[in-house]
């Protein structure tokens, strides 16, 4: 047991009700809700980090340029380390799912798309994922 003296207390601050009523409703573009929703003072994980779209940019356009040329699998490999880089990239989702599409995975296209709604920033990019998830 530490003396009185060397012992540590530490104090959170507290959440206000206006703090938690604002996490409640952060919503994406097509009404879903973030599943950080109670983390507002984090990032929100749909605006995608300058770093991590830069990060991620080679293999996204390596993965296109993959699934141009029929090699769907090395084009979902590509997808799938750059979702490592930015787990909460709609966009990664979208290329995903027209990956999948167009091997013929239209279950795994479905699910991955509705994922892929939670993390959208435009009405286009939600638009273009729900078609999908249907």
């Excluded at 012992?7 to 009523?21: G, M, W």
């Amino acid at each position: 047991m530490l003396p009185d003296s060397l012992a540590l207390t530490v104090v959170a601050p507290p959440i206000t009700a206006a703090k938690s009523a604002a996490a409640a409703s952060v919503k994406t573009p097509c009404g879903a809700a973030r599943p950080d929703a109670a983390q507002p003072d984090a990032a929100q994980p749909g605006a995608a980090q300058p770093d991590a779209v830069h990060a991620y940019g080679g293999l996204l356009g390596k993965a296109r340029a993959a699934s141009a040329q029929g090699d769907y699998d090395g084009a979902i490999a590509l997808l799938e380390r750059a979702q490592r880089i930015d787990p909460d990239s709609a966009e990664l989702y979208l290329e995903l799912a027209r990956t999948y599409i167009a091997q013929g995975r239209t279950d795994q296209a479905r699910a991955t798309a509705s994922r892929g709604t939670l993390y959208c920033r435009s009405a286009a990019e939600c638009a273009a994922l729900r078609d999908l998830a249907r």
